[in-house]
């Protein structure tokens, strides 16, 4: 599982974004990217499944470029911290079908236990299905 970590604007609340994130990932290891053009172009290379990827967007018209790629992201977490609470700004970040939604000037507590919580929980693939019925059913004999 890998964490990949956008945020354009290197502010005190992205930094404290950072410090939150960092604060949970085994290692410390976070991919940072600080252009949406570095985004695109890390996303074009493998990310393993169930990867987390943690979105600042600074305003919405960010937000709205970052909907490029959403169908890169189809296997991956997302966790979006978003600009404001408008109802448009909600309703487009929705599109990037997130797991958790945060706000640039919240105290990101949730946030961390979320992604701790995704780190800790296994994603491997689903169960194979079980063969209903008794073994005799199986087996053909009565």
Not at 36 to 53: A, H, K, Q, T
Not at 109 to 121: G, M, R
Request: proline share 8%; aromatic share 6%; no cysteine.
């Amino acid at each position: 599982m890998q964490l990949l970590f956008y945020a354009s604007k290197n502010d005190e609340n992205e930094n404290r974004l950072d410090a939150a994130i960092r604060s949970v990932t085994p290692g410390g290891t976070v991919e940072r990217f600080v252009t949406l053009d570095d985004f695109r172009n890390r996303l074009r290379s493998i990310v393993e499944p169930n990867s987390i990827m943690v979105l600042a967007a600074v305003d919405r018209e960010e937000l709205l470029e970052m909907q490029a790629y959403r169908d890169m992201l189809t296997e991956i977490f997302i966790i979006l911290v978003l600009p404001d609470r408008q109802e448009s700004t909600i309703k487009l970040a929705h599109l990037l079908r997130p797991r958790f939604l945060s706000q640039v000037d919240d105290d990101f507590s949730e946030l961390n236990q979320i992604i701790a919580k995704i780190i800790q929980t296994p994603h491997g693939p689903p169960p194979s299905p079980i063969a209903s019925g008794t073994p005799s059913d199986i087996s053909g004999t009565p």
